[in-house]
T-cell receptor, first 112, second 114 residues
Framework: AQSVTQLDSQVPVFEEAPVELRCNYS??????LFWYVQYPNQGLQLLLK??????LVKGINGFEAEFNKSQTSFHLRKPSVHISDTAEYFC??????????FGTGTRLTIIP | KAGVTQTPRYLIKTRGQQVTLSCSPI?????VSWYQQTPGQGLQFLFE???????NKGNFPGRFSGRQFSNSRSEMNVSTLELGDSALYLC?????????????FGPGTRLTVL
């Protein structure tokens, strides 16, 4: 079985400051890792995914994430945030025939 | 290409009633998954369908059921509604049920049980 832990439930950040949202996973098989974003009253939108290859993955809206196998982490980063980045962010993992497993989410609040 | 559509967007029901939610996947996508999202439990997997067959099921009581039609559209049904069933129900589609395939989410159906 696999599990995903998002260490921070809420992260406040000043506009134009950098941000890192943390995600750790555990799995007995190789996993694929995803970050999704959910804006208010909307469904989830894929930001980026790691399947294999380069451990640094670039996504939409200036976000990137780094896969670290030894630390079983997949942290999401953005060098400079905007008001429009205010949303909830979900880390997710999928492996083998298993379903997509989500973390509990991190609410990112941008302070003007 | 049109995205995943879910109907209705909002529903209000009373305890004991039953409800049916509908999901139309992106054209060409044959795999449909359902999730329940609540503030307390987060996103929980309900079930996954592919080619009209349920492939995976989450840890939900038998009151929750679903099906998929030959055109890949899917419905989920909740019978004997309880207050705790109030949630946002999200549907996601993908080309096929492979772990690395991106799932595309609909806007959800917000169910309120009174």
């Amino acid at each position: 079985a696999q599990s995903v832990t998002q260490l921070d439930s809420q992260v406040p950040v000043f506009e134009e400051a950098p941000v890192e949202l943390r995600c750790n996973y555990s799995s007995s098989v190789s996993v694929y890792l995803f970050w999704y974003v959910q804006y208010p009253n909307q469904g989830l939108q894929l930001l980026l995914k790691y399947l294999s290859g380069s451990t640094l993955v670039k996504g939409i809206n200036g976000f990137e994430a780094e896969f670290n196998k030894s630390q079983t982490s997949f942290h999401l980063r953005k060098p400079s945030v905007h008001i429009s980045d205010t949303a909830e962010y979900f880390c997710a993992a999928a492996g083998g025939n298993e379903k997509l497993t989500f973390g509990t989410g991190t609410r990112l609040t941008i302070i003007p | 290409k049109a995205g995943v559509t879910q109907t209705p967007r909002y529903l209000i029901k009373t305890r004991g009633q039953q409800v049916t939610l509908s999901c139309s996947p992106i054209s060409g996508h044959r795999s449909v998954s359902w999730y329940q999202q609540t503030p307390g439990q987060g996103l929980q997997f309900l079930f996954e369908y592919f080619s009209e067959t349920q492939r995976n099921k989450g840890n939900f009581p038998g009151r929750f059921s679903g099906r998929q039609f030959s055109n890949s559209r899917s419905e989920m049904n909740v019978s004997t509604l309880e207050l705790g069933d109030s949630a946002l129900y999200l549907c996601a589609s993908s080309l096929a049920p492979r772990a690395g395939n991106e799932q595309f989410f609909g806007p959800g159906t917000r169910l309120t049980v009174l």
